[in-house]
């Protein structure tokens, strides 16, 4: 099939693509031209005017919790795909805590045959220890021969710096990261950020040092070990000064940020509402402003979601026994244009470096490219599309979001991947 | 005039004026109490329903008197004789509580917010009764009730809350409602049981207790908790009652022996309060009950002749 996508602007930061009113053509999902279309091309081609919008390398979410196998009720491999595409992303990581959790080949290859014909790649992280435990490392040359793009025990942080070590010694051999989710496990256990709001609201406290000395500890493990860290979801002031700091002496550290995470602060649970409440929790204005110095200065690699989504009933309850986590896929690329790109916090080349190729690079996986022969790997998005989020809309089978009719300035209108796009709602096959 | 909130979820952010119209409605219920026939029709047809999550028996009580006082029907709700055990949730639980017609619902839950979740999901008027570590209204009302009975006034006056105040929607309601009407707060206790951020609230932290003691007007001593997680924060019982413990020879020591002490009860004799000062408090303590009715049967008067 003959695909027309007229009028756009292409950017691709990495192969220094930055071209205005270009017009491309696919044929059967492959980029057959890129500019100067001849009379001829149009022939029989179904066009599309992408006036105003931008295409870039396809988006990329390194951190997003499918529920299944185990918790199909909040999302299935495809409903979270669904989600993806929707919320303007080619490719995704899906985290290893499950049940039974991502530790074996077998599940490893259930999840890549479950997603195998959708247009959003499906990458497993798989668990950096037998069941998440935190006593064996996991068979990680079998999940990596799988296909497994990395090691985490997200949920919570590798139990002990003996297992961590072993984890970074043994995941160097396949150059993956160990991606940690950094909290101490003996100073967790609160509702919410340590703080004044904490101390008025009466919720149980978890302090932001938590973060810190799993970030400490992990930094300082990947510089003995040579290793490969990566740290998830970073909320704290210091954990981005940490990082800073090992990246200037060259340890192999890198960080993604959710788009919760600099858009709200602890304030935003003075409501009790549920869908505030997260792992990492919400932190202060001061962490906050950190996280955006990261984000602009490189300290922060990429922008994840880590889409959690929750059924109803663990969310609609008292605020202490409610489940930690939201859903992001769909808010994620509106979120990031608002408050980064609006803000004038980071340009378009630097908000596709942290959404399309750090991520993937990150994982070792392909960046798409813009050239004549490539399979189409694109997103298209509309950087001043004006839109209210309308969770019943998304495509997601949770509603959890704090982000429910919130006004926000720009948009991931399509997708195209695996000779297929997504554009308007509807999943057409070209 | 009314007061500007139909529920009383706590008193942050309650202005003066509120709290000010509660002690004085108080005051009138107050006399009533002392007459021989301590009932009125106020509430009469209401239906005022206590839905206790945690155990109080003290205040439970405290809150059935003052309903059936003002007349209302009041409709006890615990936790070991309702559906929550079978896996009912607190919002399907309510909703059928409200299928019922009731008017008011005074909530003791051990999460924090729950007062407010459900005045989202259901229509009644809420009084919170006490929600986990946040707030505890009406014990801070009355406290501020028998403050105000005894040294005749609230501003101006020096109000230290002493012992865990981390962990206490006591002192939380006491720090806010007393700020609010102008009076000076202080916190004393161990390091490890005053919250970081607490200063932030204007409120002065206290680690001695003989200064504590020195500087006030009024010790509002909380309960210690011997029972909960409590023993994480200091190394034993013995330590806490010798260096935080209001004793007769302290008292003396810094020449306050007539320094007012309130205490929530019941007492740990020989842990917060020695055994003397205790006895000594036994006057007090009873006022301090009826005080508790009377300044309950305030907030459910106010609250339940709104609409
Ligand atoms: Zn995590």
């Known amino acids: 099939m003959k695909i027309i996508l007229k009028n756009t602007h292409l950017l691709h930061p990495e192969q220094k ?233 060259g340890t192999k550290v ?38 955006i110095k990261g984000l602009k200065d490189g300290t922060i690699d990429a922008i994840a979601s880590d889409h959690a989504p929750h059924s109803i009933e663990e969310k609609e309850t008292e605020f202490d026994y409610a489940l930690n986590g939201i859903i992001g896929l769909e808010t994620e690329v509106g979120l990031t244009l608002t408050e980064l790109y609006h803000n004038k916090i980071l340009s378009l080349n630097q908000i596709i470096e942290k959404l399309a190729i750090n991520p993937r690079k990150i994982l070792n996986i392909p960046v798409p490219k813009f050239d004549v022969g490539e399979q189409a790997n694109f997103t298209i998005f509309d950087p001043d599309e004006v839109w209210t989020v309308d969770i019943s809309k998304f495509k997601s089978k949770s509603v959890n979001s704090p982000f429910d009719k919130r006004l926000l300035t720009g948009k991931a209108v399509g997708v195209i991947n695996n000779n297929m796009m997504f554009y308007n709602g509807e999943m057409v096959r070209i | ?110 999460a924090a917010g729950t007062p407010l979740f459900l005045t989202k999901v259901c229509d009644s008027n809420i009084i919170n009764a006490g929600d986990g570590a946040h707030e505890h209204p009406t014990q801070a009302l009355l406290d501020m009730y028998s403050i105000k009975e005894k040294l005749g006034k609230l501003e101006g006056v020096k109000v230290c809350m002493v012992g865990d105040i981390a962990h206490s929607r006591v002192a939380l309601s006491n720090i806010f409602g007393l700020k609010a009407v102008g009076a000076e707060v202080s916190v004393c206790g161990p390091s490890t049981m005053i919250p970081k951020n607490i200063e932030e609230l204007g409120v002065k932290v206290i680690y001695d207790i003989d200064e504590a003691i020195r500087e006030n007007d009024v010790l509002n001593v909380l309960r210690i908790q011997l029972e909960r997680k409590a023993r994480e924060y200091f190394p034993s019982i013995r330590e806490y009652a010798a260096f935080f413990g209001i004793t007769e020879e302290r008292l003396e020591k810094v020449g306050k022996e007539d320094i007012l002490i309130l205490h929530p009860g019941p007492i740990n004799r020989g842990v917060e309060l020695s055994s003397g000062v205790a006895d000594g408090l036994k006057q007090i303590i009873l006022t301090q009950v009826t005080n508790g009715v009377a300044v309950r049967m305030a907030v459910l008067y106010l609250l339940g002749t709104m609409n």
């Open chain 2, 1 to 110: 005039m009314p007061l500007s909130s139909r529920h009383l979820l706590g008193l942050q952010g309650v202005p003066k004026e509120d709290i000010n119209l509660i002690l004085d409605t108080a005051k009138t219920f107050r006399e009533v109490l002392e007459r021989p026939i301590k009932r009125v029709p106020t509430l009469q047809g209401k239906t005022v329903i206590n839905l206790f999550y945690e155990s109080s028996t003290r205040t439970r009580i405290s809150f059935e008197l003052a309903e059936k006082r003002l007349s209302a029907d009041a409709v006890n709700f615990s936790v070991s004789t309702s559906s929550v055990s079978k896996g009912e949730t607190l919002k399907d639980t309510i909703r059928n509580i409200e299928a019922m017609k009731v008017d008011m619902v005074v909530v003791r839950h051990p």
């Open chain 1, 254 to 291: 890198t960080a993604e940020v959710t788009p919760h995470h600099f858009t709200l602060t602890d304030d935003a649970v003075k409501t009790y509402d549920t869908n505030t409440k997260m792992n990492p929790p919400l932190r202060t204005r001061e962490d906050v402003n950190e996280i």
């Open chain 1, 17 to 249: 693509v930055d071209r205005d009113k270009i017009d491309i053509l696919l044929i059967d999902g492959v980029i057959s031209k890129i500019d100067n279309l001849k009379k001829d091309d149009f022939k029989d081609a179904q066009e599309f005017d992408l006036r105003g919008k931008y295409i870039a390398p396809g988006f990329f979410d390194m951190h997003v919790h499918l529920r299944e196998p185990g918790r199909e009720d909040k999302e299935t491999i495809i409903s979270g795909c669904n989600s993806a595409a929707n919320g303007g992303f080619t490719g995704i990581a899906c985290m290893p805590n499950t049940e039974p959790a991502i530790d074996s080949a077998e599940v490893v290859t259930f999840i890549k045959r479950k997603a195998a014909s959708h247009l959003v790649n499906v990458h497993p992280v798989a668990a950096a220890t037998v069941g998440r435990k935190g006593e064996v490392i996991s068979p990680m040359a079998e999940l990596y021969e799988n296909g497994a793009v990395g090691f985490s025990d997200d949920g919570v942080a590798i139990k002990t710096s003996a297992i961590l070590r072993r984890a970074l010694e043994y995941s160097k051999m396949f150059g993956t990261p160990v991606i940690e989710h950094c909290e101490d496990e003996t100073l967790a256990g609160g509702s919410m950020n340590e703080g004044l709001n904490s101390t008025t609201l009466g919720l149980p406290p978890i302090p932001s040092v938590a973060e810190d000395i799993i970030v400490s500890r992990d930094i300082l493990m990947a510089e003995y070990t040579g290793g490969i860290i990566h740290i998830a979801h970073i909320s704290t002031k210091k954990s981005v000064e940490m990082v800073r700091e090992a990246k200037k002496k």
